[in-house]
């Protein structure tokens, strides 16, 4: 295990790289790299698909209207905003906040996996279809596979829906996010009773 010295030189050389990546075109339109924010020991890491306009903006993921309605679950549930990681596999905002293309994917993956490496959580959320498919199951479907739990090596990994779907008329959606949230609180607190 690295001392906190090498963690922190490891997180500022991922931060240097990323915010001088061109390995696909979206280095080249973005306004700013978002990488991450939230607690860098956190036993939670939030994954979404990419930054929005917003989050283009400020630097910081899930900053929006989507981002404010995440917050909302976290209170219902009680799980405080500074005690998880949220970043995105994309590091760049697409044009019209369009789906990732796998090019765009690709070039982004190592980031992550960097991320999850420095991390090190206990629990993965994919915040929503695309982060699900890129890290649990090329064929998820979202409105089956919600909820569900999935070991991936030393993680447990899981699938709610993106707060943005949940913008949309969807009453649902909402009270099945509801339920999701509180199985990853129930998780947590499982996982950290065993140490």
């Known amino acids: ?37 939230g607690d860098r020991k956190a036993d939670i890491m939030f994954v979404g698909e990419a930054p929005g306009e917003n989050e283009d903006l400020s630097g910081i993921p899930f900053v929006g209207r989507a981002g404010k309605l995440l917050d909302k679950y976290f209170e219902a549930v009680g799980i405080e905003r500074d005690s998880v990681y949220i970043c995105n596999i994309l590091k760049c905002r697409p044009p019209q906040n369009r789906d990732p293309l796998p090019a765009e994917e690709e070039a982004c993956i190592g980031y992550l996996r960097q991320q999850v490496r420095l991390v090190r959580p206990k629990i993965i959320a994919c915040l929503g279809r695309v982060s699900g498919m890129k890290l649990i199951d090329p064929n998820l479907r979202i409105t089956k596979d919600h909820g569900k739990w999935v070991k991936k090596g030393d993680f447990w990994v899981t699938v709610v829906y993106h707060p943005s779907y949940l913008l949309r008329p ?26």
């Open 170 to 195: 969807n009453a649902g959606a909402r009270e099945q996010m509801l339920t999701d949230m509180k199985s990853i609180k129930s998780k947590l607190d499982e996982l950290r009773s065993e140490n």
């Open 1 to 37: 295990m690295a001392d906190n010295n090498d963690i922190n030189r490891l997180w500022e050389e991922l931060e240097q790289i990323t915010s001088g990546c061109h390995k696909c075109p979206l280095g080249s339109t973005r306004t700013n790299c978002v990488l991450g924010c």
